[in-house]
Structures are given as structure tokens and as C-alpha cells.
């Protein structure tokens, strides 16, 4: 971020497309450049990962997205929070459909364990370098992903195993 | 639909299979790998190794393994057999509500810890997805139930945030949704105060707390008609303006609580017993808290004067006077202390609102938000046209994605809404303080006694309605 490179027509963070959503700064790194933004994000002062979901696109797909970001089906967002500058930002990564998988943020931030793993519950997106990817809201014997789009909703099948109805 | 029917079938033909396997006479151990919690049990110590565990801590505090190693202070790894993993909850009753906690002990301590949760989950992000914007406050209202008023506060900010219409929301509508949230805040502490008395033996505590909280729900219900999951906070201003005498109601609580807290003081603050039941118990440092994304009086009681209000102010926050009570040891007796005098801060603002409380409308008149008044509408046919369209299909909101963090009682509650243009939020994810914060539960216990364990999971006082949404 040094004055001479800096051209305000393409704004971007550590290499990453920036966009204003009302007011809020979003940052849309690639699964590759996720992890080390990350890491240089916390290193300027964002150190708190308040929150971290997921969003199905799979009925959306036209969504606006600045240039060269792909859409994929998934999106892994996280809020990020800078305690000492008071200011918020937040990243959204884009996770294919064939491969829904991205690095785990729980080394530089623990507290995006249990929302890592409501994500791989609700959307089968798999964070590598997680300590502990199992179910956390729904029975560990559940098939499917109930907030992915595809998703049915309405009489579903019980699927408790003691269930003998 | 073929899925579906798959489905169907399958679990059909499985299901006799397990039948018949679960009928044969078996043995414990043979029956555990058939519960549905299955891999989320706590592993046994044979499983876990004091790598794993020095991990754990090590990511929490920002260190190395090996840092971590030299802190000293972890629990030694000892023999299996000197260990037992009991259960406490779902049914135990200090677990307030369906909290599960698989701990480790060796004699009275405190090993490990595995909170586990999903008792309560109804899949409430879902059925957000098929309500309209309008309908949405009645299903984010039952999320963390003792907070109904901030759950609905952050979902119409975002949805005012999605519309544009932020600085459009008329003065006396921001005003009241200060005071209701301030009241709110008021009533949740209460509780605490009633539940953490309950859990610590303080009986009479329990009594004295739903009494107060039960003043302040008299004064929801005149407002909104309902003590619980008001749905009176929507995009766009509140459902109806403050009734006539809403003053005096207000006057009587200020009246009231004060002291009614300073008998608190005598029953429990200033009382040996107390403090040698929550001093020490459940510490966390700065560091700790921070790291695990803890928010609210958790990361106050560590030293940290965050809170959102007076930070990063909403509403009218910018204009009131009011302190930030922070502890110093980030112990559960801090945290009740700072619960407490945050009564009293609310009380503080309270009385600031009444002062500056304007007259004006108390939702905004946009056609496209706000359904016209039932007068109108014999009248008008451009009214009966709105009415229509907004009870039938719902405003539009513009595509786009937002998200809004406020104080709740609890900590950062924050609402992120993805829209697609259409009168229903594509995604609608909430940020619950609770969830956040139970990940420190095994930070706390690590190595106190079992019984200090109770006082922990009140200290923290989750609430699992919004933890499992």
C-alpha cells in the first residue's frame, strides 16, 4: 500500500477486488489468497473473526461481483472486526460446486470453530486444517445439507434412527 | 422429488436392520456408537493427545505448540484409567435449557469440556428464507428469546440498510426503539440475576429476579401486547406508537429496580458466601476472549472496554451519557458485577430517553414499507393497493448484501442478509452472541472443579434459543 501504486479507479486490498456494499467494505479474495489475506488482515489489526456463514448461490448466480471474481455456487463470508481502529470489513470467498472445500481460519482465529462447522453442516462446505469437521446443529446421522438451495423443504422423512413410525 | 423419494426407501429398508441389531442383547459399550451424537462424543484420552490439547490452547493464545508447552500451567496427561468422561445435560437444569457438556474428570477436576448443542435447532435461517421482510421479525424474535427486542432491532437495520432508507427513519421511531432495546437489556440482566442466583443456591435470588423481570415484561406487554416475541421493531419504524401513560410506566420501573439492585447488593454482592463461590472461577484472559470472538460482558469482564454502543454507536448511542463497565480478573464474579451495574447504566440511559424523546410519526410513511392505517384504506384505492400487495406479496428489497452488528444483552448480536431483489431475503444469517460464546466454556473449566462448573455456564449465561436458531 505504498503511495505510488496506489490508483483509485481498481481499489483493491493485498490484491484483492474491493467493493462498497452500503457503506461496508468487502473484500473478495480467492480460495488460494483467502488464508494469507486473512493473515495480513489480522497483522493491520483486524484480530477478531466476529462471524463466518455460508450462502447458497445456486438460484442467484448473476449476482454483481467485481471484475475477474468468478461467481461460484458457494460463498464462505466472514466478518472481520478491528478492535483498536473500530472499524469492520469482510471478506467473501467464492467455493466451487465440484470442490467445496477452503482453508480453515481456526489457526489464526479459534473462535471461527463452531461457525466453520455450522457451515459444513448447513452447506457441506469443508474447511481444511479444522480440528474437529463434524455436524454441530443437526444429528450426526443427517443426509443432506438442510440451507443449501436444492434443499427440500415441507414433509421431509424423519431421519432419527429410533424413529418407528 | 426423486431425492426424496430415494430417501424414503432408504430409510425403509434400514430401518429393521437397526431394529433388529439393537434388540439383541448387547453391552454398553456396544450401544454408545449408535447414538446420534456419534463423532461429536469427547474422545478418549487414549485418542487425545497432550499434542492435540496443547493445540487447542496454543491457537487460543497465539502461540506455538511449543510456547504453549512452556506455559505449564495445562493439566498433566494422566493414566485413562485415573480419568472419567460424565455427561452433564441436556436435561440438567443449570444447563439453561438443552446445553450439553461432555467433561473430563479426574476426581473433582475439570479435564476437558465439549459443549454440544443442537437440542434446540429448528432451522430458523431457513424458514427465513421463505418469509417476507415484514413476517421475518416473528421468526428472529424467537431466536435468543430474552433478547426479543435487539434480535428484531438488527434485522430491520439491515433490511433498512438493504432499502436505503437508514436516515429516513423518523426520529421518535429511533427513540423508541432505544428505549425498548435499553429496557430490554434491563430485563434480560434480571433474569441473569434470577438464573445465576438459582444456580449457585441463592434461592431466593431466583424469586426476587423473575419479580423484577416481571415489571419490566408488564410494561412490554402494555406496549406491544405480549411479554415475549413482540415482533414490535420492523423495517421501517415500530408496529405502534407508545400508548397513553407509557411515562408513568416507565417512571414506576425507574422507581422500582433501584432498591430493589441494592438489596441485590446486600443478598449477594457484598455477601462472603458469594464471593467465595464466583471470585476466582472461570477466568479468561483479554487474549483468550478475543481470540475465541467473545463479545458482551465476557470480553468486558476481561478488561476490554468494548461495547458496541459507545464504540461503534447505532442509533442515537452518540448522544447518551453512560459508562462501559469493565472488570479486571475475567472471573464469574466479574461478570456478574458487570451485569449488575449495567442495569443500573440502562437505567442511566432510560432516563435520558424520556427526557428526549420526540413526538413525531413512529414508522416511516413510505407506501412501499409501512401498510397504510385500516382508515385509509375504505377510502383511498391507492391505499387498498399497497395494503394488497404488501400483505400478499411483500415489499421488494433491492439485491445486495449487508450485515449490522449491535450491543444485545448477551454481546454482538449481527444480522447479515443477502438479497436477491425479491420480497424474501435470499440469506438470512444472524450472528448470535451465545453461539460465539460458549466456545469459551472450555477455556474457563480447564482445571476447576466440577461444581465451579455450574457457576461457569451461568456466568456465561447462554441462551440456547438463539444458540441453536
Redesign the interface.
Known amino acids: 500500500m505504498d503511495d505510488t501504486a496506489e490508483a483509485p479507479d481498481t481499489p483493491d486490498i493485498h490484491g484483492c477486488p474491493v467493493t462498497d456494499?452500503?457503506?461496508?467494505e468487502?473484500i473478495h479474495p480467492s480460495r488460494e489468497q483467502y488464508l494469507d489475506v486473512a493473515k495480513a488482515l489480522a497483522d493491520e489489526g483486524y484480530?477478531?473473526?466476529?462471524?463466518l456463514?455460508g450462502?447458497?448461490?445456486l438460484?442467484?448466480m448473476n449476482?454483481?461481483l467485481p471484475d475477474g471474481v468468478v461467481p461460484e455456487r458457494f460463498e464462505v463470508?466472514v466478518?472481520l472486526l478491528d478492535?483498536a481502529n473500530?472499524r469492520?470489513t469482510?471478506l467473501r470467498v467464492q467455493v466451487p460446486e465440484s470442490d467445496p472445500v477452503v482453508a480453515s481460519l481456526?489457526?489464526l482465529?479459534?473462535?471461527?470453530?463452531?461457525?466453520e462447522r455450522?457451515t459444513y453442516d448447513?452447506f457441506g462446505i469443508e474447511f481444511d486444517g479444522h480440528?474437529d469437521l463434524?455436524?454441530?446443529?443437526?444429528?450426526?446421522?443427517w443426509?443432506g445439507h438442510?440451507?443449501r438451495k436444492d434443499y427440500?423443504?415441507g414433509s421431509?422423512?424423519v431421519?432419527?434412527?429410533e424413529a418407528?413410525a | 422429488m426423486s431425492t426424496t423419494e430415494e430417501e424414503v426407501t432408504e430409510v425403509a429398508i434400514d430401518e429393521p436392520d437397526v431394529a433388529t441389531s439393537e434388540a439383541e442383547p448387547s453391552s454398553y459399550a456396544v450401544f454408545i456408537p449408535n447414538t446420534d451424537e456419534g463423532a461429536q462424543l469427547l474422545k478418549p484420552r487414549s485418542q487425545t493427545t497432550a499434542r492435540e490439547l496443547m493445540r487447542e490452547v496454543g491457537s487460543v493464545l497465539r502461540m506455538s505448540e511449543a510456547e504453549a508447552a512452556q506455559l505449564g500451567d495445562l493439566p498433566e496427561d494422566p493414566e485413562e484409567d485415573q480419568t472419567m468422561i460424565i455427561n452433564m445435560g441436556p436435561q440438567h437444569p443449570s444447563t439453561h435449557g438443552v446445553l450439553r457438556l461432555m467433561l473430563e474428570m479426574q476426581g473433582e477436576e475439570v479435564l476437558r469440556c465439549k459443549p454440544i448443542i443442537g437440542y434446540l435447532h429448528t432451522g430458523m435461517e431457513k424458514t427465513a428464507e421463505s418469509l417476507t421482510y415484514m413476517q421475518g421479525g416473528t421468526n428472529v424474535t424467537r431466536m435468543d428469546y430474552l433478547s426479543p427486542f435487539n434480535n428484531e432491532l438488527v434485522f430491520s437495520m439491515a433490511t433498512e440498510a438493504l432499502l436505503g432508507i437508514t436516515d429516513e427513519i423518523p426520529e421518535r421511531a429511533v427513540w423508541i426503539r432505544m428505549l425498548m432495546s435499553e429496557l430490554n437489556r434491563m430485563s434480560s440482566h434480571l433474569l441473569f440475576m434470577a438464573t445465576n442466583g438459582m444456580d449457585l443456591g441463592a434461592v431466593s435470588m431466583m424469586i426476587y429476579g423473575w419479580r423484577e423481570r416481571e415489571e419490566v415484561l408488564r410494561f412490554f406487554q402494555e406496549v406491544t401486547g405480549l411479554r415475549m416475541n413482540h415482533n414490535y421493531i420492523r423495517p421501517g419504524g415500530v408496529a405502534a406508537d407508545l400508548p397513553a401513560g407509557w411515562r408513568d410506566g416507565v417512571l414506576r420501573l425507574l422507581e422500582l429496580i433501584p432498591p430493589r439492585l441494592d438489596e441485590y447488593d446486600i443478598l449477594m454482592t457484598g455477601q462472603p458466601i458469594w464471593r467465595e463461590r464466583l471470585q476466582g472461577v472461570g477466568v479468561i484472559t483479554p487474549n483468550e476472549a478475543l481470540a475465541l470472538g467473545a463479545t458482551g460482558p465476557i470480553v468486558r469482564s476481561t478488561g476490554v472496554p468494548w461495547d458496541l454502543r459507545r464504540d461503534m454507536p447505532y442509533m442515537k448511542y452518540d448522544e447518551m451519557e453512560f459508562d462501559v463497565i469493565v472488570g479486571s480478573y475475567g472471573d464469574a464474579f466479574d461478570r456478574y458485577a458487570i451485569r449488575l451495574a449495567e442495569i443500573r447504566e440502562s437505567m442511566k440511559i432510560v432516563r435520558q430517553i424520556l427526557e428526549a424523546m420526540p413526538e413525531g410519526d413512529y414508522r416511516i410513511q413510505d407506501k412501499k414499507v409501512t401498510p397504510p392505517p385500516r382508515a385509509r384504506i375504505d377510502e383511498s384505492m391507492e391505499a387498498l393497493i399497497h395494503h394488497f400487495k404488501i400483505f400478499t406479496e411483500g415489499f421488494k428489497v433491492p439485491e445486495g448484501e449487508v450485515y449490522v452488528g449491535i450491543e444485545s444483552p448477551r454481546g454482538e448480536v449481527g444480522c447479515y442478509i443477502a438479497s436477491d431483489g425479491s420480497p424474501t431475503p435470499y440469506r438470512m444469517h444472524m450472528r448470535d452472541a451465545s453461539f460465539t460464546n460458549i466456545q469459551c466454556l472450555p477455556h474457563m473449566m480447564r482445571g476447576g472443579l466440577v461444581a465451579d462448573a455450574v457457576a461457569v455456564i451461568s456466568s456465561v449465561d447462554p441462551v440456547l434459543g438463539g444458540v441453536d436458531r
Open positions: 456494499s452500503h457503506g461496508q468487502v484480530t477478531m473473526a466476529l462471524d456463514c450462502v447458497d448461490y438460484q442467484h449476482r454483481p463470508v466478518q478492535i473500530r469492520r469482510r481456526f489457526d482465529h479459534p473462535g471461527t470453530e463452531a461457525p455450522e448447513m480440528p463434524t455436524r454441530i446443529l443437526m444429528p450426526e446421522d443426509d438442510p440451507l427440500g423443504i421431509i422423512p431421519q432419527f434412527k418407528n
